[in-house]
Nanobody, 125 residues
């Protein structure tokens, strides 16, 4: 059974930074693409970033390009989301997710079907 545990959320002012972490278990992490989604109040869940199983390919939604960086540490079964230059519109619950396929590229939202409990990110202006 896949378990994903996020940490690192919090409240910061606009322009600040946060680093989210997600510890994964119950899957073969080193061959699994990983991703981050977010859901703001009253909005649908949005695919924010993805990283391939090799770590060599990444995907970002346009609104976070140049500000967010996804990375992975296969030795620790952990995926990260470094968020810089945060804006109030980044406020949301952020969810870690695992690709249901093996050897995925991490850019297709529909490939992700396992979720963590989420971590709240609140950005004040």
């Amino acid at each position: 059974q896949v378990q994903l545990v996020e940490s690192g959320g919090g409240s910061v002012q606009a322009g600040g930074s946060l680093r989210l972490s997600c510890a994964a278990s119950g899957l073969i992490f080193r061959i699994t693409a990983m991703g981050w989604f977010r859901q703001a109040p009253g909005k649908e869940r949005e695919f924010v970033a993805g990283i391939s199983w090799t770590g060599s390919s990444t995907y970002y939604v346009d609104s976070v390009k140049g500000r967010f960086t996804i990375s992975r540490d296969n030795a620790k079964n952990t995926v990260y989301l470094q968020m810089n230059s945060l804006k109030p519109e980044d406020t949301a619950v952020y969810y870690c997710s695992a690709d249901k396929t093996r050897y995925g590229m991490g850019y297709r939202a529909a490939d992700f079907d396992s979720w963590g409990q989420g971590t709240q990110v609140t950005i004040s202006s």
